[in-house]
């Protein structure tokens, strides 16, 4: 087993409805950051997985008549059908519904009470009966719910109370001290702006009679626990907290907790101090991404203005879909999503830049060395070569900086490069040119190295477009890469180079 271990994890999705372009984006930045570090030979956990529980989505099966659990069961295949079509290589799938993480749920709440952090209150809010959802005060609108505009009733109950509060200092200190915890720098800022204000006590029950779709709590059965209280704990669970304790010490702490911007407050305030009172070691790292909006807003399943991955790759194929999401934006900001933007990229990057790059170079190589790649010794003359084994490392530290948009760019600026050279040595005049067939042989080696070395550095980023490259080349993936074995040629002697059908067809567009 390699040494180094790398634990990643996706947020778990809320059920309710179907998987959006929002998702898709979160699973595809952690299937790519994952691959690249079995690249580096390291022994990667991904997990994703479902949060089942809760008023979402116990109303969710409410409304189609169903049984919680018969709702849930029906939905979670739509996640990972789509995690399959988009080639996500995630190591387990967890779901809050999971006796092990339910075990797991009950065995923390029993230690949080051993260890004095619970507590049992009156809680105060403000209830409506129209979205179901209690709201505290400074959250309603001119004092109506502000989801639904409708009435609010001020309701007092019994719950249990997580000592949240007293950890104030401690976080604000751990955030200060370690200024990776939370990436990006504006999250890490608004979550030190947060920390400001005193921090309050957070309520971990709802009473049975109002929600009864949830983990029962252990010690009192007229109470289920708080959706998100149980949610969270899944990055322990998942990894065999208080069950198996080879593999959660194996993995544990996470190298980093993948976010939407918008839960970064539970995933840095929340749940650190949810580990820190079990007397568990913080997670690395939390990196929260941006949005994506459709004409100004967030892609939501609530307001219904969903942009449906399934089409996007039925229409331009699963690497075009992923190349969009990771090339368009820089992690951290949000994107606006737009058919338009993702066929140009379609176009100019892949089918224009790449596609004809990999055509040009197959083709040249059957026309005049009947598919085989010629062998030179001068390979290191060329410029494009020396600029192509310093790819690895413009491709590495973006990775470990978890920047995939920069190190698309460097890719893309090999490929550039490359038509380039294609356009500058002209092969098929040197052809034409008996006292040039050495020339021709070395422009014709250089291209297919470059090439090679493409295709291995796309598999995290573009699976399926890499692996049909290196089919071609003979090439396989498999093995560790490293900066030595990249500077070098990676074509066995006499390859025979196979074209294939085009990585990018030219679309006949439908608009
Ligand atoms: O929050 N663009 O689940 P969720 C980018 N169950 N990301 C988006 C997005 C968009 N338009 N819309 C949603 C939950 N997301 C909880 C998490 S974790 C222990 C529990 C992202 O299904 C959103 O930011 O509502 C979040 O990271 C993720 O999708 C899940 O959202």
């Not at 289920?224 to 969270?232: E, K, N, Q, R, T």
């Not at 539970?266 to 929260?288: F, R």
Request: proline share 5%; net charge negative.
């Amino acid at each position: 087993m390699a040494d180094k271990k790398y634990y990643i994890t996706t947020p778990l999705y809320y059920v309710n409805a179907k998987p959006h372009i929002g998702h898709a984006y979160t699973n595809i930045l952690c299937d790519t950051f994952a691959r690249f570090r079995r690249y580096l030979g390291e022994d990667v956990f991904f997990m994703t997985g479902t949060d089942e529980h809760g008023t979402k989505i116990e109303k969710a099966a409410r409304d189609q008549n169903m049984e919680p659990k018969k709702y849930v069961d029906e939905m979670v295949p739509h996640f990972k059908d789509l995690w399959e079509q988009l080639g996500i290589q995630y190591d387990y799938f967890i779901r809050t519904t999971d006796e092990d993480h339910k075990e797991t749920v009950r065995k923390v709440l029993e230690d949080l009470g051993a260890r004095g952090e619970l507590y049992k209150d009156n809680y105060q809010g403000w209830y409506s009966v129209k979205s179901e959802t209690f709201y505290a005060k400074a959250e309603l609108v001119d004092g109506k719910c502000p989801d639904t505009g409708g009435e609010v009733q001020e309701i007092v109950e019994e719950n249990y109370f997580f000592r949240m509060s007293k950890y104030q200092d401690w976080l604000m200190d751990y955030i200060r001290k370690n200024p990776d915890f939370i990436q990006p720098e504006i999250r890490r800022n608004e979550i030190l702006g947060f920390l400001k204000q005193p921090l309050q006590d957070l309520c971990i029950t709802r009473p049975k009679e109002r929600l009864s779709w949830g983990i029962p709590y252990p010690s009192s059965p007229e109470h289920v626990i708080y959706v998100w209280f149980d949610a969270l704990i899944n990055y322990v669970s998942g990894v065999g907290y208080k069950r198996n304790e080879d593999q959660f010490s194996r993995y544990w702490p996470a190298d980093v907790h993948v976010v939407g911007k918008d839960i970064v407050r539970h995933h840095a305030v929340y749940w650190p101090i949810m580990l820190k009172a079990c007397g568990v070691q913080m997670p690395h790292k939390v990196l929260a991404h941006g949005w994506w909006t459709l004409a100004g807003a967030k892609v939501s399943k609530s307001s219904g203005n969903i942009v449906d991955p399934i089409e996007l790759i039925r229409k331009y194929g699963v690497d075009a879909f992923r190349y969009f999401l990771l090339r368009e934006v820089t992690i951290g900001y949000d994107g606006a999503y737009s058919e338009d933007l993702l066929r140009q990229r379609y176009t100019s990057d892949l089918a224009n830049d790449l596609g004809n790059l990999w055509f040009r170079v197959a083709s040249m190589l059957a026309k005049y060395f009947g598919a085989v790649v010629p062998h030179a010794d001068t390979l290191e003359s060329e410029g494009l070569i020396r600029e192509t084994y310093a790819l690895w490392e413009k491709v590495r530290e973006p990775m470990m900086a978890y920047d995939p948009r920069s190190a698309l760019e460097a890719i893309w600026a090999v490929i550039t490069s490359a038509n380039q050279y294609v356009e500058e040595n002209k092969p098929w005049v040197l052809a034409k040119d008996p006292k040039s067939k050495e020339r021709l042989a070395l422009v014709l080696a250089t291209l297919t190295e470059c090439v090679a070395h493409v295709a291995v550095l796309l598999v995290p980023f573009l699976p399926k477009t890499a692996q049909s490259m290196l089919a071609g080349l003979k090439l396989s993936s498999d093995g560790v890469m490293n900066a030595d074995k990249f500077s070098r040629p990676l074509l066995r002697k006499g390859t025979q180079v196979e074209r294939g059908d085009a990585l990018f067809p030219r679309m006949e567009v439908e608009a």
